[in-house]
């Protein structure tokens, strides 16, 4: 019975190494995100991409740790990467929508967005990102018609937010 226990504790200890450095590093950026410590996600997710170049999760991961330093252009250029390397990575390109919403550059933040909803119209994240825009540059039907989608999808988006669209205000405030 102990030699099967010793056994069960060397396979275990087995798996664990066969953990690659690049994993270990994007679990410790994961880790540090979740805990908002944007420089040392910033540091590990940058180690991964010193192993790895180029790759996706990592500029993601890295990209989530420079909006948390409020390094947007660096951010964006991390998600630029990302998404030229998977074009097709529809939640990445929400991301870089969101992103460019909140650096100002509305128009652009419409174009990636309406490409995600154009192939997933129940995207919510994006349905949400869309619907804001469109209320900042004060097309409130649009942005009136986004935001009731995103409710209907199980999204709790408050009252005063379709107020805001009704009232035809900029929203200014809406957390």
């Not at 540090?32 to 180690?47: G, N, V």
């Not at 652009?108 to 619907?131: C, K, Q, Y």
Request: glycine share 10%; proline share 5%.
């Amino acid at each position: 019975m102990r030699f099967l226990s010793l056994l069960v504790v060397l396979w275990l200890t087995q798996s664990c190494a066969g953990t690659t450095p690049l994993q270990q590093s994007c679990a410790d950026g994961k880790k540090q995100l979740r805990e908002q410590r944007w420089d040392r996600a910033q540091r590990a997710y940058t180690r991964a991409l010193g192993l790895s170049p180029g790759y996706g999760p990592a500029l993601v991961g890295r990209a989530s740790a420079r909006i948390g330093l409020k390094r947007f252009a660096e951010a964006l250029a991390d998600l630029d990467a990302a998404v030229a390397g998977a074009p097709d990575r529809l939640d990445w390109r929400s991301r870089r929508g969101v992103l460019l919403h909140s650096m100002g550059r509305h128009e652009e933040a419409l174009v990636e967005l309406n490409r995600v909803l154009a192939r997933a119209p129940d995207h919510t994240a994006s349905r949400i990102g869309r619907a804001m825009t469109y209320l900042r540059l004060g097309r409130f039907p649009e942005a009136l018609r986004d935001f009731q989608r995103a409710r209907k999808l199980g999204v709790p988006i408050p009252d005063s937010w379709l107020e805001a669209c009704s009232r035809g205000t900029t929203g200014e405030g809406l957390n």
